[in-house]
């Protein structure tokens, strides 16, 4: 039994599930509330049609299409819909010349979406600016990336910009059912599928509707009609057909965005997150030694010496993945990840070396005292070199007061935690030796002058 048959509309062979499905109104649009609720403010632009220049900026499947497409339904302006994968300059000019002349002959203005805009490069984009600027045309763009970094300054300026979030399970499994009854989509079939399979294609989307939709459709045309002329989809049914699906592209936001909650966790000191974002990244195939190296940074950054080990671990972590390889690395990552997260934790070697760096870059360069200066050639003690400086392991404690810089300021304060409080009793000491020392000298000074007055 032919699952088409030609009782069906033959446009539901020509056009995939997620085409058939598209909301043809703001009322049928699933998701992204944050923009289009009740008084949102996108919701009343595209209601008032006084459309500006828009960029919608979010994952694939999340409905930025669409919502153009709804647009081009309300809107009484003129509607181009162009891809930049495929658009050529020319067709652009043609778009452009047709909406000059438009608007200078009828007063209208028209609405170009420009799909996949990142795919435009520098000079194509810049050609748009003058027309954008000019009223000639309204500019909708799409992009699955970062609009800061793959649209041009000029453009983004003269622009709103809407980042669309990925569809929650409960908006997926509305727009799959919705699919299913809908006679535009599946509802002419007569389809028996179980909650637990909507369940799992809703979270093997991981919010993308253009793959869910897929998916079913996929489990569907793959199906044999039983006698009774209905199709069973069970869970058995799409976990075999259903490959794991995340979104990460290791160029893009999702790398960045993932490396850096993994480090945010561990900082946070939460180790179960934190392996949950190792996890994903080994998952997505991310490098490990990538990971690795942002650990070893870490051990300094945010643990430092509250844990002085956490290093070591961090490098050992380092070099043994580079010896052991995939996939047995992933224990040695998730136990150097365990000991960073449950470290104590403290910047102040970071914000010791930013503050030094300031200093050095923003104020005059001090000169280093001539007793700490090198020794190690003729005539250095002809010029003074060395003279005078008291080497510390001659004294008790292998400590002596002497000065190192003219100033003494402060750039590193240990803080009472981890191994650092220990560091921080110790410098206490040192500052306690220093002010008896000064203050012995203080006391010499007066009773020399003491002794001058008398005599």
Known sequence: MELFNSKIDKNFEKYPLPIRMRPEKLEDFVGQMHLLGKDKPLRKIIESDKIPSLVFYGPAGCGKTALAMIIANMTKKKFISLNAVTATVSDVRDVLREARERFKLEGKGTILFLDEISHFNKLQQDALLKDVEEGTITLICATIYNPYFYINTPLLSRSLIFEFKPLTNEEIKKIIERSLKDKKGLGNYKIKITKDAIEFISKRSQGDARKALNSLEFCILTSEVEENGFISIDLNKVKGIIDRYFIYDRKQ?????????????????????????????????????????????????????????????????????????????????????????????????????????????????????????????????????????????????????????????????????????????????????????????????????????KS
């Open 253 to 453: 936001d999702a790398h960045y965005d993932t490396i850096s909650a993994f480090i945010k966790s561990m900082r946070g000191s939460d180790p179960d997150s934190a392996l949950y974002y190792l996890a994903k990244m080994i998952v997505s195939g991310e490098d490990p030694r990538f990971i690795a190296r942002r650990m070893l940074i870490f051990a300094s950054e945010d643990i430092g010496n509250a844990d002085p080990q956490a290093l070591i671990l961090a490098n050992s972590c380092y070099q043994a993945i580079e010896v052991v390889g995939m996939p047995e690395s992933k224990i040695i990552l998730a136990q150097t990840v365990i000991y960073l997260s449950t470290c104590p934790k403290s910047n102040s070697s970071y914000l010791a070396i930013e503050n030094a760096i300031k200093e050095v870059e923003s104020e005059r360069v001090e000169e280093i005292p001539s007793h700490l200066k090198g020794t190690g050639y003729k005539g250095a003690e002809k010029l003074g070199r060395g003279i005078g400086y008291k080497y510390p392991h001659d004294f008790e404690q292998h400590y002596v007061v002497q000065k190192y810089r003219e100033s003494g300021k402060k750039f590193y304060f240990p803080q009472d935690i981890g191994y650092e409080s220990k560091i921080k009793k110790f410098l206490e000491e040192i500052e306690k030796l220093k002010n008896e020392s000064k203050t012995e000298q203080d006391r010499d000074k007066e009773e020399n002058k003491e002794d001058k007055r």
